[in-house]
């Protein structure tokens, strides 16, 4: 990196005009995507791997050749169609699911604009090669390791990589390590880090794995920290061992000792294991944040990454800045006014030269500003002034200056940023044509106009210069020559509220959700927009004051404040991380550079289409319009996808637990086990698959309202609860078979039976569990869902009669039981329903 530029681009193979597309296309196949080793999507045999070491398939596996080495070939092909439809299904859902997903980042994936066949253009990030000729600007990632060519002011935040939060100016001239660090080269900048201001051509030099942020990312790759998404289904995963612990070897022991043959007991054991564990888990999840996904893309919300999706759900707080949320987003020059409040040209004229030649980090009012484009002419601005330098915004300073020259060579630097700021640097005002010493008084009179103009809405600017004798073409200018200014006025913007902002604040309220404002604006205007579309404003806690606060002050102030306003990025970051102390799920919504410290805090980072680079890279959902009705709209969506995944839980935890309960009980008495290896397997499978149309069901209203996180209590309740339920008629069910049709004597009989209404209970509980209201009355499960709970019942029912029933140990059934059955079922939906409606009195609706 560090070789001198001439020798540098004969060995990237340097060409002035950019490399051609057929150059381009042969160095990608020679050097890859633009990608880092954790981006990647898995590959076919790795993906498939993936399943084949899933702790299920091992289980099965071993159960399988277990079966086959004690000669139990039914048992051994059952088991094998079992591992293998698992798999397939899984495999394809899932590749569905990842392929849906990378379509979705498709949509706003960032660009590099890079120089090809002498032109410049936009291309992914992923297409940039090794000898590309790329621009960047302010708020630009850089999208690799890159040799600058030319720069002009360029500050650059390598704070991803080295932990330091100041600026580094990054140049166009030779430079050398002393440690032998790269991230010491002032001309080079490095992938991972993100341009904060001004302008410069770089050459690429690495791509991918092998630039210095992707050597260190491919030792890291997989390592991603764990969503409370996974860490949910961690907890709920160790639930169903604890069960299986205390409930496996209790069936072992039981049937071993009573039954005096250990290798059936084991078998047993083992079905009863796999008949616990909840085997279509990771293909109902997949399917059902993946359709999540799709369906938020539909309205206009973009999913990232698709765990954040539960997330989005329980997200109680919402930060955001008002600008472009709840104000329009598009702000006009009101005025332009001297010290005094009066109109003045030269004001608006000055304001314009800044604007005009600066090229760091333009924003919304810069583009207010640069309206005015009959200044250009009037002030013949390229042929009386030249500019020599720049002191490039930053969100500490709160201000940017430029320096140019007029035609008597008089070098003039020209300040504009916030007032407050902006004062303290000024020593003189000027008064129409005068100049005279700034006093106290002064200051409060200018003061008491900035806020007049802020409390009527008004984003107000300061607007100060002075003259710089002696000056020249090569002098570097730094921020210590802003001071001792002549404060010649101020720049007044307005941005009005949305007409959709009110309305989308009620509806976020409907859904539990409280928003904050943060914002780096005054008080005053901060105030002034918030109580127009009705967010309480009776307290705004300001940037100096959080600086003096200590960690424990500043949680108990978070929750105690709606707006917070006069913010630097670093009180954002502080405030959301104070919040999340006080176990709040933190949603922060920005599109700036000076956000992108928050978004990464956040546990669900929201940004749109339109934000910089890095707040983008930065995010985890991508709103394809600035608007908090689609927001809303998104988290029901990230809700409903939950609910679902809930739903199978609850169904097949309480369920399965309900079965082996019944299992442990019937083992402790029957002279014989209470159903084959092959049938509890059989029944799972069946069940399973009735449930992969969950993703498709309904979700009642009454769930979308409240935000909704991982409750592993209550999860543990519901299964203890509802799942004894099944024993109960499962039991009755025993009862019938030994005592009315002397089962007692024909073990297939009696499996038959427990089977038959294991399954038709199972699968119908599906609709009782998916709701807290009346089942079939006040609430239907989607068509799908009703279509495959039949289907899986019939083909339960045709299994005991089909050429397969003897393979699986099967018998024709007598027609009374049938009679028997119905009445089993109704008398289980009524109990289940009792049930259901009790724990959500005595303990609150869980979903």
């Known amino acids: 990196m560090g070789l001198p530029l001439n020798e540098l681009k004969t060995r990237m193979g340097f060409f002035r005009e950019g490399l051609t597309t057929q150059e381009a296309t042969k160095r990608l196949q020679q050097y890859g995507f633009n990608e880092i080793a954790k981006e990647k999507p898995l590959s076919a045999l790795k993906r498939l791997w993936n399943h084949l070491k899933n702790p299920l398939v091992i289980l099965l596996s071993v159960l399988g050749v277990v079966s086959w080495l004690t000669s139990d070939i039914r048992a051994t092909i059952v088991i094998f169609v079992m591992v293998l439809l698992g798999i397939i299904l899984r495999y394809f859902q899932e590749m569905r699911a990842d ?15 890079v120089r090809r066949d002498n032109k410049d253009i936009e291309i992914p990030l992923k297409m940039l090669v090794p000898g590309d000729i790329i621009m960047l600007g302010a708020g630009d990632m850089v999208p690799a390791d890159v040799r600058i060519l030319s720069a002009k002011d360029l500050f650059v935040n390598q704070a991803a990589l080295t932990g330091e939060s100041l600026l580094v100016e990054k140049n166009d001239k030779e430079s050398h390590s002393e440690n032998n660090n790269p991230l010491e080269l002032l001309n080079t900048c490095f992938l991972g880090t993100n341009v904060i201001s001004g302008s410069a051509t770089a050459l690429v030099i690495h791509t991918g794995d092998d630039t210095y942020f992707g050597n260190i990312a491919y030792n890291l790759a997989g390592e991603r920290q764990p969503t409370s998404f996974d860490k949910g289904i961690n907890r709920f995963t160790w639930l169903m061992i604890r069960f299986i612990f205390i409930m496996v070897p209790a069936v072992f022991l039981i049937n071993g000792l009573s039954r005096h043959n250990w290798v059936e007991a084991f078998l047993f054991a083992l079905a009863v294991a796999v008949g616990l564990t909840p085997e279509m888990l990771p293909m109902i999840i997949s399917v059902n944040l993946s ?28 930060c955001t800045d008002k600008t472009g949320t709840i104000t329009r987003g598009k702000i006009v020059l009101e005025q332009h006014l001297d010290v005094k409040g009066g109109e003045s040209q030269k004001v608006l004229d000055f304001g314009y030269l800044n604007s005009f030649y600066h090229t760091g980090l333009k924003n919304i009012m810069d583009d207010a500003i640069l309206d005015h484009e009959e200044l250009e002419t009037a ?14 915004f930053d969100f500490v300073r709160k201000r940017m200056s430029v320096v140019v020259e007029d035609k008597t060579g008089l070098n003039m630097l020209i300040c504009k940023g916030a007032v ?82 009110s309305e989308a604040l009620q509806r976020l309220e409907k859904l539990n959700i409280e928003v904050k404002i943060l914002t780096g604006d005054n008080e005053a205007i901060t105030a002034y927009i918030c109580k127009k579309v009705g967010i309480k404003t009776e307290q705004v ?25 006069r913010l630097v990025p670093t009180h954002k970051k502080r405030i959301i991380q104070a919040l999340q102390k006080s176990g709040h799920v933190i949603g922060f919504m920005g599109d ?7 978004l990464k805090a956040a546990d669900i980072g929201i940004s749109v289409d339109s934000a910089v680079d890095v707040a983008k890279e930065s995010s985890d959902i991508i709103l394809l319009e600035t608007s908090l009705l689609v927001l809303e709209q998104g988290v029901a969506e990230g809700r409903r996808v939950f609910g679902n995944i809930i739903k199978y839980i609850e169904m097949a935890a309480s369920s399965n637990f309900g079965n082996m309960f019944s299992v442990v009980g019937a083992s402790a008495f029957l002279p014989f086990v209470p159903m084959l290896p092959i049938q509890i397997l059989t029944n799972n499978l069946l069940y399973d698959f009735s449930q992969t149309t969950i993703p498709t069901d309904n979700v009642d209203k009454e769930w979308l309202i409240k935000p909704r996180k991982w409750a592993i209590g209550e999860l543990q309740r519901f299964i203890l609860f509802i799942g004894p339920i099944s024993s109960i008629f499962d039991y009755i069910t025993f009862f019938i078979m030994w005592f009315i049709f002397h089962a007692k004597n024909n073990e297939a009989l009696f499996h038959t039976g427990w089977f038959v209404e294991s399954l038709f209970t199972q699968t119908l509980i599906i609709h009782i569990i998916r709701t807290n209201k009346i089942s079939f009355i006040q609430s239907r499960a989607s068509w799908q869902l009703i279509t495959s709970s ?12 089909s050429p397969l029933a003897t393979t699986l140990g099967f018998v024709s059934l007598p027609p009374l039981y049938w009679s028997l059955l119905v009445l089993i079922l109704f008398c289980y939906i009524i109990l289940t329903q009792l049930m259901k409606s009790w724990l959500i009195r005595r303990y609150g609706a869980s979903r």
């Open 99 to 113: 392929k849906a997903a990378e379509k979705l980042k498709a949509m706003v994936s960032t660009h590099a604009s």
């Open 291 to 318: 359709k999540g996904a799709i369906a938020m893309s539909r309205k206009k919300v973009i999913v990232k990454r698709l765990n954040s999706i539960q997330n989005f759900g329980a997200m109680d707080v919402l």
């Open 379 to 392: 002030l013949k601005i390229k042929d009386t002034y030249k500019k020599i330098d720049e002191i490039p």
């Open 420 to 501: 407050e700021n902006l004062l303290d640097l000024c020593t003189q005002v000027e008064v129409g044509r005068e100049m005279k010493v700034m006093k106290n008084e002064d200051r409060e009179e200018c003061l008491q106009l900035v806020h007049r103009l802020n409390s009527n809405g008004f984003r107000v600017l300061a607007i100060a210069y002075k003259y710089i004798p002696g000056g020249s073409d090569e002098q570097v200018y730094k921020t210590a020559d802003e001071s001792d200014l002549v404060l010649l006025g101020y720049l007044s913007f307005f941005d009005p509220p949305k007409e959709t902002a």
């Open 541 to 565: 806690l300001l940037g100096p004051a959080i600086e003096n606060m200590t960690e424990e002050q500043l949680k108990e102030a978070a929750g105690n404040y709606n707006v917070f306003a």
């Open 592 to 598: 700036g550079i000076n956000d992108a410290p928050a």
């Open 790 to 801: 039949i289907i899986i019942v019939f083909v339960g029912a045709w299994l005991t009669v």
